[in-house]
């Protein structure tokens, strides 16, 4: 009895420490049936069952999903993500390209579409009431006179006329609503892509995924504060992952986003010039001594001075390759390098066409 009682005093423990994380899964997954795969994997995590590896194709269907009614089944499936054991790397692999894609939101749906479509109902709300209401004044003005044949033939060619004479208004109110529709309609799907593209940061950081360090840094610097909040928290976990094999394979914009976050909080700014070491190159060896100076802290000063002669040496050869050497001056002429010559005449030496034979080509 009292083992039982423990156990159930443990378990309300673990899920008040985890009562925010469990509580953006219960967010997530409170959409989805009973019975997918998805919600059942979440209820596991609950009971402290990470999920396994089998899941892998369930969440990269659901990941590359880019309709938005799958919108809560895409989050579900970045929540779960970073909470599950893969067995074989490449399943691991393709999540973490899913989870990227869905940070930099390159799995979106068509926005703009969207938009235009908002746009037309916008204008067709505007214009068919006015159609409606033009009609039944009219019948009521002259319905009165009218037999019940006469006044369904009068309200339709009414009606009828009425449409027609509102087509072109309502073609002009689509016009005017689009430069309105279209900034609100954007913004608006981009606000409830946030909690997504927040989940998929914290799982890549959840596993450790240098493969997704370039798409957290272009998200620790993206407008939306969660997003950006979740990509900062990301990269403490990501950033030890890279290593100095990878110095010169990382992509082109690492070096300068590593750069903008030394003008953060100490231990990012501190995970940055880890990171520096590892894989920056000669672009940081400015910002790295302008961090020895103004530095947030004294650490962050000192990390950035021991630093400095690193990137000074990279930077040299990095520009040692677009030097031009000088010409030689030799004092005699009798200095420079000759071709061999051989025993034999030079003119028997020279290379000579083959015979054309007759039926060869």
């Known amino acids: 009895m009292w083992r039982r009682a423990w156990s159930v005093a443990a378990g309300v423990a673990r899920r008040a420490v985890r009562g925010e994380d469990l509580g953006r899964a219960v967010a997530a997954c409170r959409r989805l049936g009973p019975f997918d795969p998805l919600r059942q994997a979440a ?30 089944r895409r989050a579900a499936a970045c929540w779960i993500a970073g909470r599950t054991r893969f067995v074989v790397e490449t399943d691991r692999l393709a999540v973490i390209r899913a989870l990227c894609d869905v940070l ?24 068919l009431p006015t159609a409606t209401l033009a009609c039944v004044a009219r019948i009521m003005g002259g319905g009165a006179r009218l037999g019940a044949l006469d006044l369904l033939w009068q309200a339709a060619v009414i009606f009828l006329t009425s449409v027609l004479l509102v087509l072109p208004v309502a073609f002009l109110l689509i ?20 909690a997504e593209r927040a989940e998929a940061a914290e799982s890549l950081g959840l596993l450790r995924a240098r493969e997704g360090v370039p798409a957290l840094l272009r998200a620790a610097f993206d407008l939306t504060p969660g997003v950006r909040a979740a990509a900062e928290a990301a990269l403490l976990r990501a950033l030890p992952a890279l290593g100095p094999d990878q110095y010169g394979a990382v992509a082109p914009d690492v070096t300068p986003n590593l750069v903008g976050l030394l003008g953060r909080a100490e231990p990012l700014a501190l995970a940055a010039l880890e990171a520096l070491e590892k894989v920056g190159d000669g672009r940081a060896l400015a910002a790295a001594e302008a961090a020895c100076r103004g530095g947030r802290s004294p650490t962050v000063r000192a990390a950035a001075a021991a630093l400095v002669p690193l990137l000074r040496e990279r930077a040299r050869r990095e520009r040692a390759p677009w030097s031009l050497l000088r010409a030689a001056h030799p004092e005699s002429p009798a200095s420079l390098v000759r071709p061999a010559r051989s025993a034999g005449s ?14 060869i080509v």
């Open 43 to 72: 209820e596991g995590i609950h009971l402290g069952r990470p999920a396994d590896g089998s899941l892998a194709g369930v969440l990269l269907t659901a990941l590359n999903d880019p309709a938005p009614r799958a919108r809560a």
């Open 346 to 359: 030079e003119v028997e030496a020279l290379v000579r066409p083959a015979e054309v034979r007759p039926g």
């Open 175 to 194: 016009t005017l609503s689009l430069p309105v529709v279209v900034p609100f309609s954007l913004m608006a799907d981009k606000l409830r892509a946030r």
């Open 104 to 127: 930099e939101e390159r799995t979106a749906e068509d926005r703009m579409g969207r938009a235009i479509w908002r746009s037309w109902c916008v204008a067709l709300v505007c214009g």
